[in-house]
C-alpha cells in the first residue's frame, strides 16, 4: 500500500525539518575541508537531476536536460520508481543512468534512499540539482549525495517551507515566470562561473523553452491503432482511419490535487455537445486501468455511442502512438497535458488551483481558467496543499467555453492537413 500524500507531507515537515537541521552543519564542514584539500569543479562533469513525485516535471526539465548535455556534463535522474515510465517517452537520460526510490512502503523508501545514496557516491555524482521546489526529503539527499556542487531553490528572506543550508549554490525561485525557464535557471547556476546572489541573473528568452518530439515505433503506432478499430467495430461505430477524427477526453487528475478535478457531469455533457457537433469523430475517454470505473461513468451519463471508455487500453509507452493518432484532446491540468507536448497533438487543458502561467503545456495547447481571486491557491509556498473543498475555479469553466476550444483546434487540425 503506497503512503499517502498527506502522510509523506507531515513526514517532509516534522522529520525533514530536524533532520536538515541536524544534517547541515556537517554538510557546512565537509564542503570546508573539501574546499581546503582541493579547488571548486570547472564545470559539471557527473550532473544529476532530483524530481521525485511530479511525473509531469519529467517532460518540463527536458529543455534544461538537454541545455547540461549541450554544455558537455553527463546526466543521471532521481525519480520515484512509481514515475520512472515518463522519462522514457523522449529517452534523454540513459537507462542506466536513473535511479528509483520505491514509495510504496516506509520500509522500502528507507532502504532505497540509502542505497541511492551509495549509488551517486560509486558513480562519482560532482553536481546535484533539486528540481523539487521546497522539499525537505531531495533537499537532504541533495546535501548528502556527495556532490561537490548542490543547486537548488532557497527561500532568503522568505518564510517558511526553511529546509536547510544543504545547497552550494542558492537559486531564486521565482513564481512569475514558467516553471521550464526557472529549471533553466538551476542549470545555469550549477555550470557559472562566479557566484551570484541570489542565482540567476539571466534572461531566459522563449526560444530556450523547446521540446525534442518522441519518436515513434511504426510497429508500436500500428499496434494502438488496431487497437482504437477492434475497440470500434465491438461498438458497432462505423469508423474509418484518416478519414474521421479522434478526439480524447481525459476527464481524471491525480490523488495529488483532487481539485483539478472538472466534475464528471460536465465531461459528459462536452462529449454529448461533441458529437452533436462533429457527429462522425471518434471520441474515446482515456484514464489508467485504475480508472476504468470513473471513465465508464462518464461515458454511461453521456450516453453518445460515438464515445469509447479507453481507460486502461495503452500503456504508457503507447501515450505517444495514442497521440500522434488523435486530434485534439481535453484533459484536466495533469500529466497527460505535458505528456502530449512530445507529439503534434492539439490540446484543450483545465487549470482551477494552479496557473497555466506557471505549469502550462508547453505543446500546442490551449489553457482555460476561470481567474478567480482565490487562483492559484496552491504553490512553492504551501507544499501544493489547499483548505479548498469547493473548487468553484473548475465549476466556473462552461461545457461552452471547452467546446469552443475544442472547435478552434480541431479547425487548426483541419487547416494543417490541408496544407
Given at each position: 500500500m503506497s503512503i499517502s500524500v498527506n502522510t509523506m507531507r507531515a513526514i517532509d515537515h516534522w522529520v525533514g525539518v530536524p533532520l536538515c537541521a541536524l544534517v547541515s552543519p556537517l554538510v557546512a564542514l565537509v564542503d570546508r575541508i573539501k574546499s581546503l584539500v582541493s579547488p571548486d569543479l570547472a564545470q559539471p562533469k557527473k550532473l544529476l537531476f532530483i524530481e521525485l513525485s511530479e511525473m509531469g516535471s519529467a517532460i518540463l526539465v527536458d529543455p534544461a536536460m538537454r541545455n547540461a548535455q549541450a554544455r558537455g556534463a553527463e546526466i543521471f535522474f532521481l525519480i520515484f520508481k512509481s514515475n520512472r515510465a515518463s522519462l522514457t517517452l523522449l529517452n534523454t537520460v540513459k537507462p542506466e543512468n536513473i535511479f528509483t526510490i520505491d514509495s510504496s512502503s516506509l520500509g522500502s523508501l528507507i532502504k532505497d534512499t540509502l542505497r541511492f545514496l551509495i549509488l551517486a557516491r560509486r558513480h562519482k555524482i560532482d553536481t546535484a540539482i533539486d528540481l523539487e521546489l521546497f522539499s525537505r526529503f531531495t533537499a537532504l539527499l541533495t546535501g548528502l549525495c556527495g556532490a561537490r556542487r548542490r543547486v537548488g531553490y532557497h527561500i532568503f528572506h522568505g518564510e517558511g517551507l526553511w529546509r536547510g543550508f544543504m545547497l552550494t549554490r542558492k537559486v531564486h525561485y521565482n513564481p512569475h515566470i514558467h516553471i521550464t525557464k526557472n529549471f533553466l535557471s538551476l542549470i545555469h547556476a550549477a555550470f557559472?562561473?562566479?557566484?551570484?546572489?541570489?542565482?540567476?541573473?539571466?534572461?531566459?528568452?522563449?526560444?530556450?523553452?523547446?521540446?525534442?518530439?518522441?519518436?515513434?515505433?511504426?510497429?508500436?503506432?500500428?499496434?494502438?491503432?488496431?487497437?482504437?478499430?477492434?475497440?470500434?467495430?465491438?461498438?458497432?461505430?462505423?469508423?474509418?482511419?484518416?478519414?474521421?477524427?479522434?478526439?480524447?477526453?481525459?476527464?481524471?487528475?491525480?490523488?495529488?490535487?483532487?481539485?483539478?478535478?472538472?466534475?464528471?457531469?460536465?465531461?459528459?455533457?462536452?462529449?454529448?455537445?461533441?458529437?452533436?457537433?462533429?457527429?462522425?469523430?471518434?471520441?474515446?475517454?482515456?484514464?489508467?486501468?485504475?480508472?476504468?470505473?470513473?471513465?465508464?461513468?462518464?461515458?454511461?451519463?453521456?450516453?453518445?455511442?460515438?464515445?469509447?471508455?479507453?481507460?486502461?487500453?495503452?500503456?504508457?509507452?503507447?501515450?505517444?502512438?495514442?497521440?500522434?493518432?488523435?486530434?485534439?484532446?481535453?484533459?484536466?491540468?495533469?500529466?497527460?497535458?505535458?505528456?502530449?507536448?512530445?507529439?503534434?497533438?492539439?490540446?484543450?487543458?483545465?487549470?482551477?488551483?494552479?496557473?497555466?502561467?506557471?505549469?502550462?503545456?508547453?505543446?500546442?495547447?490551449?489553457?482555460?481558467?476561470?481567474?478567480?481571486?482565490?487562483?492559484?491557491?496552491?504553490?512553492?509556498?504551501?507544499?501544493?496543499?489547499?483548505?479548498?473543498?469547493?473548487?468553484?475555479?473548475?465549476?466556473?469553466?462552461?461545457?461552452?467555453?471547452?467546446?469552443?476550444?475544442?472547435?478552434?483546434?480541431?479547425?487548426?487540425?483541419?487547416?494543417?492537413k490541408a496544407r
Open positions: 557559472a562561473k562566479e557566484i551570484e546572489v541570489p542565482f540567476s541573473k539571466i534572461h531566459i528568452p522563449d526560444s530556450e523553452v523547446r521540446l525534442e518530439q518522441a519518436v515513434i515505433d511504426p510497429i508500436s503506432l500500428r499496434k494502438v491503432q488496431e487497437r482504437i478499430e477492434k475497440k470500434a467495430k465491438e461498438a458497432n461505430i462505423p469508423y474509418a482511419f484518416g478519414k474521421d477524427r479522434i478526439i480524447l477526453i481525459n476527464p481524471n487528475a491525480s490523488d495529488l490535487l483532487p481539485q483539478r478535478r472538472w466534475a464528471q457531469q460536465r465531461f459528459s455533457e462536452l462529449i454529448q455537445e461533441i458529437h452533436q457537433r462533429y457527429p462522425n469523430d471518434l471520441i474515446l475517454i482515456t484514464g489508467s486501468p485504475a480508472e476504468f470505473v470513473y471513465v465508464e461513468k462518464v461515458r454511461s451519463v453521456a450516453n453518445v455511442k460515438q464515445a469509447i471508455n479507453f481507460a486502461g487500453q495503452v500503456s504508457f509507452a503507447e501515450l505517444p502512438p495514442l497521440y500522434t493518432l488523435s486530434d485534439v484532446m481535453v484533459t484536466n491540468d495533469s500529466g497527460p497535458g505535458h505528456f502530449s507536448a512530445v507529439t503534434p497533438l492539439r490540446t484543450v487543458v483545465l487549470f482551477g488551483p494552479e496557473t497555466p502561467a506557471l505549469y502550462g503545456s508547453v505543446g500546442n495547447s490551449i489553457a482555460i481558467t476561470a481567474n478567480l481571486a482565490c487562483s492559484p491557491c496552491v504553490s512553492a509556498a504551501n507544499h501544493r496543499k489547499t483548505p479548498c473543498h469547493d473548487n468553484v475555479c473548475m465549476q466556473a469553466i462552461t461545457v461552452e467555453q471547452v467546446l469552443e476550444k475544442v472547435a478552434i483546434q480541431l479547425q487548426g487540425v483541419d487547416q494543417a
